[in-house]
């Protein structure tokens, strides 16, 4: 499986579906190994194994910056360099064509385009099968625009020779067809879901204590979580917080997350008066991570164009109810969550305002959506990885 | 003795909220005109749709039945939030119930004007419904009701008791085993606690076999016709003298749709039934009772209605947002009476009527099933934010005429 991060080195949802989705599939009987573009220990996964992708002449790769950005290189003769991501996608080809000339293995699973390239050499050396699994194409990346012109081609060529297309929602799906003019049969929906058992328990003592306090005098929280870039469609949040903090004054908006758009919303919400009411917290993970869902009241992900978005399943988990865009494949899965359009401001400004006014609906919602979340599990998603696995590998009950 | 089949045909409408936000609120105050072409909370053209593909041609159906059968008879409940709707946008519709009720062989029931939960918050707001219900009906149909029905078929001692003493001679609901016991609901019964009021009790396999599976091809006994469904009748032989047919009028062309053969059931079913022996007849609910003496008491302590299959106020109160938003409606009554506002008096009423808070259930939305009950809303939630909304908007109608609740 040539994969691009895992936990707890990932930057966002990708490494956490990738794991979860090994681990089941694992469970059912599939031998894994997964290459990662980088050195870094691994030592809790033992249902697969973990392989660095190093080219010959690197000791070792290191993340630096932020989210899929920047890659440290330690080469063999001690020297040190910053690699940016295009020369760090071939190199992750070069190394991944040496792993496929020793052909151990039925089937190339890759997730995403940073692996397509290297996944269409794995084809091509060993002549297997290829599946690429789609969590994200360039055109959710960009807000629904075109995006860079370099990886909409690579997304292009990966789709149009892989043996069989997974994507994480029908939304995917249709994006796939509509803006890669690929097939629909040729694509299979495979949802993403949550392994209830990867998540802590919470701690009884929130990190936020300001939020904590507040709430007891009346206060509501309303949290994002997730990077600050065009995709995850914050602008509209800030537009509609004025509204609803106009109506409902105490209300607090918890952005948890860095990104390119930082300093941009930052100044947004002091342009729109409501600086008093927006908290940015930048990146966390960890206590952190969990004690922001927790907090909060209700979690919103207004996203452009979210392909799954495993934050709002994280929400729930936590105790948090959720508002999702229609334009997410979560919202395919989960009933019991509000729903708006992610250009709606108004809308979006309605539902939250309802939430913060009336914790009957807050209530309600946690509950029917918890309900429906104890019901979801890796194991349809993997049992479909598995039938398609079976029909290109000709390998029926290899499992 | 005679034999009776009841036909009790109930009649509803609401005034759906049109998707009411929290900027309307304070800013326009009707919450009930969706105009938006073929919307399902656009209330027009829905009671166009269903006068044409039900009240029309049902109302014809049952005047050809009175036509050509002298014993054929029925009784009906409409409330008022339908009758407002007829006379709004369609008077022709309200003239064909008028012929009906003209013939002096279809009864009109009694009920709270709005369709409304009222009995189980202010008994003064339910008995200022059930008055204007009453005026209402004496004004267009010209008769006074003497049978009594509370909202969805909802019953207790209590309801029994107010009954009793407000001089009606009969009241009806579910005919629900966990009540009746051994007993079978093809009676008149009597409520405890009281002395003169009867009691009639929905036989709800047989009036379910037509108005839910009439048309389910799944079931063993479909397709069902009249002459089978008398024969059915018939298996009580003597062990039966009212067989207590309730249904929700919308049943003929709306929930079953004409193509399922329903019309043609209804107008072939009172010739086998008559036929298939001499003493076999039609009465309406106050014949019934007059006709047949109670043959026991039935005691109701805790509330019954005639849905689900909890046969409870579950699907209308059963989730806290149904419960906060019915208080929230019954917290201001006195401001809203005492503002002497007509308009916001009435538009208050409407937002009593019980159809808002069914909308907001929950139970059935869970399993993805989301078919499984009418809402004109995608989301429970959104029915509860959009009510909400309306409400703080009767709040702040009331505000600015200085009542601060």
Known sequence: MLGWELPPHNSGGLGTACYQMCKALSKQGVDIEFIVPYTASHDDITFMKVTPALPVTARAIKKSGMAYDNFKYTYVDGTVKEVGMMAHTDNYVKAVESIAELGEFDIIHAHDWLTFRAALRAKEISGKPLIVHVHATEFDRAGGKSGNPMVHEIEYMGLLLADRILAVSQLTKDIIVREYDIPASKIEVVHNSVDIDAYEELDPNNAYNYLARMKQDGYRVVANIGRLTVQKGLYNLLLAAKEVVARAPKTLFLIVGSGEQYRELLQLSADLGIAQNVLFTSFQRGKRLRDAFAIADLFVMPSVSEPFGITPLEAIIYGTPTLVSKQSGVSEVINNCLKADFWDVNEMANQITAVVQNDSLRDELLLQSYAEYVKLSWDAAASKMIGAYEQHTGLVGAR | ?405
């Open chain 2, 1 to 405: 003795m005679k034999q009776a089949i009841c036909f009790y045909f109930h009649v509803h409408q609401p005034y759906r909220i049109r998707h009411y936000t929290i900027f309307d609120a304070g800013s326009d105050h009707s919450y009930f005109n969706d105009q938006t072409q073929f919307a399902d909370t656009n209330n027009e053209f829905i009671l166009s749709r269903v006068a044409e593909k039900c009240y029309l041609p049902a109302n014809r159906v049952l005047k050809e039945l009175l036509d050509t059968y002298p014993d054929f008879k029925a009784s009906m409940s409409i409330t008022g939030t339908l009758i407002d709707q007829l006379e709004q946008y369609a008077p022709h519709v309200l003239a064909s119930f008028q012929e009906l009720v003209a013939t002096g062989r279809v009864e009109i029931v009694a009920e709270t004007y709005h369709h409304s939960l009222a009995f189980f918050y202010s008994r003064a707001e339910f008995e200022a419904q059930v008055a204007m219900h009453r005026q209402k009906v004496q004004d267009v149909f010209g008769v006074t009701p003497s049978v009594f029905r509370n909202t969805e078929l909802s019953y207790n001692n209590d309801l029994a008791y107010w009954a009793d003493k407000a001089g009606y001679k009969g009241i009806i609901t579910e005919g629900w085993d966990p009540v009746l016991g051994w007993r079978s609901p093809n009676f008149v019964y009597r409520p405890t606690y009281t002395n003169s009021i009867r009691l009639l009790m929905k036989n709800y396999r047989l009036s379910d076999d037509i108005a839910f599976r009439f048309s389910d091809k799944n079931w063993s006994e479909w397709p069902l016709t009249a002459d089978k469904y008398t024969h059915w009748l018939g298996a009580a032989g003597d062990n039966a003298q009212v067989f207590n047919l309730f249904m929700d009028y919308e049943t003929f062309g709306e929930h079953q749709w004409a193509d399922t053969g329903i019309f043609d059931f209804l107008k072939s079913f009172p010739e086998y039934w008559k036929n298939s022996r001499k003493d076999r007849t039609f009465m309406t609910l106050s014949e019934a009772i007059d006709y047949f003496d109670a043959v026991d008491t039935v005691d109701v302590p805790n509330t019954i209605t005639w849905a689900d299959n909890e046969r409870d106020l579950t699907a209308w109160l059963g989730n806290a947002m149904q419960q906060q938003a019915i208080q929230a409606i019954y917290d201001i009554q006195d401001a809203v009476i005492q503002s002497g506002d007509w308009q916001l008096i009435e538009d208050w009423r409407r937002l009593q009527t019980s159809d808002h808070f069914y909308f907001m259930c929950t139970k059935w939305f869970n399993d993805g099933d989301v078919h499984a009950y009418f809402s004109p809303y995608r989301s429970p939630y959104e029915a509860f934010t959009n009510f909400m909304n309306a409400w703080h908007d009767v709040k702040f109608r009331l505000a600015e005429k200085g009542f601060v609740v």
